[in-house]
């Protein structure tokens, strides 16, 4: 059974930093899954923020995250990462890791197609809240 767990949000000032972890358990090999970021605000639907590679050598930003945001991982430890700075009021929202099913799926497919529900492996998400 693949387990995907999300944290580090909190609650932070305009201006500040986070870094967001994801660990996910029960993949038949986590080196072999692209894996993205993604978030969803209220009254919004869920939108795509980051993904990366299997190896972690390509990666993919939305625009209004690009300079800011950095997503990366840790092969060895199973986990994903994003690091997010100069935080500002609209990077508020619930943040989720997710794995496709299929491993095939690359982060480029990720990044641009997005992921369905029921096409990923998905966290139950960390509350991200940007006061101004």
């Known amino acids: 059974q693949v387990q995907v767990v999300e944290s580090g949000g909190e609650l932070v000032q305009a201006g500040g930093s986070l870094r967001l972890s994801c660990t996910v358990s029960g993949l038949s090999s986590f080196d072999d899954y692209a894996l993205g970021w993604f978030r969803q605000a209220p009254g919004t639907e869920r939108e795509v923020v980051s993904s990366?590679?299997?190896?972690?050598?390509?990666?993919y930003y939305t625009d209004s995250v690009e300079g800011r945001f950095t997503i990366s991982r840790d092969n060895t430890k199973n986990t994903l990462y994003l690091q997010m700075n100069s935080l500002k009021p609209e990077d508020t929202g619930s943040y989720y890791c997710?794995?496709?099913?299929?491993?095939?799926?690359?982060?480029?497919?990720?990044?641009?197609?997005?992921?369905?529900?029921?096409?990923?492996?998905w966290g139950q998400g960390t509350q991200v809240t940007v006061s101004s």
């Open positions: 990366i590679s299997s190896n972690g050598r390509s990666t």
């Open positions: 997710a794995a496709p099913v299929d491993s095939d799926v690359l982060s480029a497919t990720l990044f641009y197609g997005g992921l369905a529900t029921s096409d990923g492996y």
